[in-house]
């Protein structure tokens, strides 16, 4: 064996301890989360935008409902998914024993929101 050489490794993938592996996971969840919120905050600009074309008079009732059920839920996507990427590991608690991203990964995952 060269003197460089790593032992082989017993198991499969990626040599990293348990806290390199979580950070990697949270870090890669964070990138989805930023992903995610920038596309949600686009739909919800152009569903602000609707309103104001000519043909949003001719809609009926029920038109207008499904209208601001998108326009909510567009809205709720933002605070939720905005909460999840702002819930960092230095934002847990002293002495919580938890892998960071936990509550992030809750958050964006159930899509339910705290507040």
Do not use: H
């Amino acid at each position: 064996m060269a003197p460089n050489a790593q032992p082989p490794s017993s198991s499969p993938g990626r040599d990293e301890s348990r806290d390199e592996r979580a950070d990697r996971n949270f870090v890669e969840l964070l990138q989805g989360f930023r992903v995610a919120v920038t596309g949600v905050q686009v739909l919800f600009a152009f569903l602000l935008t609707v309103p104001f074309s000519q043909n949003f008079g001719r809609l009926g009732d029920a038109e207008r409902l499904l209208y601001l059920v998108a326009l909510v839920a567009a809205a709720r996507g933002i605070g939720v998914l905005s909460r999840a990427d702002g819930a960092a590991p230095d934002s847990l608690p002293a002495g919580d024993e938890g892998i960071p991203g936990d509550r992030s990964n809750i958050y964006g995952s159930s899509g339910a929101s705290p507040w």
